[in-house]
């Protein structure tokens, strides 16, 4: 995935998350934590790509 489609992932997972934790009222409900879940994958996909880049710039 190229990491403009990552980003725009990640900014709706960021707002999906925010919408059920105010839809539960909790931050450990099943929802909320799979979400959550997804965010941080796709988060960490990110960072590694980020990683990646800086190691082959010379």
């Not at 998350?17 to 959550?36: G, K, Y």
Request: no cysteine.
């Amino acid at each position: 995935m190229d990491s403009n489609l990552l980003l725009l992932k990640i900014n709706q997972l960021r707002n999906h998350l925010e919408q059920a934790v105010h839809e539960h009222s909790s931050f450990t409900a099943e929802p909320v934590i799979l979400i959550s879940r997804s965010l941080d994958d796709y988060i960490v996909q990110f960072q590694k790509r980020l990683h990646s880049r800086e190691n082959t710039v010379v």
